[in-house]
């Protein structure tokens, strides 16, 4: 870019990356147990845990990434 600004979308990234990890983890894991599905259970808690992990790896990164090269 001419100005030398560019626009970063990954602060929305981890946001929506912690919040639907933490849904999936309060509503669609608790739903599934309480009807007994157990394999959905699992497959939800995983990647609950995945979306939340991947968020904040995301965050670390970039501020890793600003603290070095800004």
Do not use: H
């Not at 560019?6 to 608790?30: A, E, M, N, R």
């Not at 157990?38 to 939340?52: P, S």
């Amino acid at each position: 870019m001419a100005s030398g600004l560019s626009i970063g979308y990954i602060q929305f990234t981890v946001l929506l990356l912690w919040l639907s990890g933490i849904l999936i983890l309060k509503f669609d894991v608790s739903g599934y147990a309480s009807r007994g599905y157990q394999k959905e259970e699992r497959i939800a808690r995983y990647l609950g845990w995945f979306q939340i992990v991947a968020g904040s790896v995301a965050f670390l990164t970039n501020w890793i990434w600003q603290k070095i090269y800004w």
